[in-house]
């Protein structure tokens, strides 16, 4: 098959190396620096498979600087361009994906088009009265920030929005392609693939939300969160997983599909969704309020990224606290070597960890590090089982 792949974020790159395993494979951003990286053979995304694949695996993986408008003959056209949440509009901005359907339009190829972007319930129907030469599915992923590749090598399920030739043909690609050949394909309509994707990330945000607010009940009554939630992952119904308490839920998917799901419920009875998006909020209030209660002179944030082995530092619940405690008045400072300016939202980046820990009063951090070993006294955080 030949593919061509649109968007090198974790999910364009992750498909585009699964994929070119065994198939004829082009990639395109508008990011000259993520092509350049993958021309020469660097993910241009913190993934350790992807590296791993780029430097060891025989991958027939190209990258091109322009839109390949003059090749033709693709089978399939994959978009993964990045659509974020409008607060203005309450919606996903599926600006990009119209940009790269335009494209595909007017091109000298007819594939049929995979959209892996997440999207809002019932847009594919709505885009596919717009363009009639060409089949468009949307392939809901499930993928995980710095583990992209593993989770498409192993997939938990593969959920496509169509019960076509061409939908199953897709199926077959990727389940050819992973390394857990009895891998679940599921068909399904396509709306219902959309909804499986915004019930499934908000079912996670509100797992999140239970265990951060029974941290808080915790917190406040001075009880010992780790023994509770140890008691509740027992029982086989909870389980023990997904369970260790944080500043909130944040990064790319969990924040906007939350909030789209939520919009989608405009003419639906609901408690449950708004309760979510309320509890992440009320989350970053208490423990901003609970570091206030310590009078620190100078806090430092070691790290902005919402879990290791992430490059992603969008919606971080790490931002939402750094803000709320600057608005106090303390005096803020930042370790996070993925910003190479010299400041972020006013507060000084600190290039030397040992002088940032030297400086701080106070250290937060979502989740444990070596690198504060020899500063336990200083370190608040809410990991209590050193996971992720």
Known sequence: MKILVIGLGYVGTANAVLLSQKNEVICFDTDYLKINKLINGISPIKDKEISDYLSSKKLNLISSKNYPMDIDNFDFAIIATPTNYNVETNTFDTTSIEKSLECIHKSNSNPTVIIRSTIPIGYIKKIQMKYHDFEIIFVPEFLREGSALKDSLFPSRIVIGSHSIKGKAFAKLLSDSSLNQNVQIIHTNSTEAES?????????AMRVAFFNELDSFAMSRDLNSQEIINVLSLDPRIGDFYNNPSFGYGGYCLPKDTKQLLTNFDKTPQKIFKAIVDSNVIRKDFIASEITKLKPKI????????????DNIRESSMQGIMKRVKAKGIRVIVYEPLIKEKQFFNSEIYRDLELFKKDADLILCNRSHPDLKDVQDKIFTRDLFNQD
Do not use: D, P, R, T
């Open 196 to 204: 499986s994707k915004l019930f499934s990330n908000a079912y996670l």
């Open 299 to 310: 806090i430092g944030i070691y790290k902005l990224a919402m879990k290791e082995g992430s």
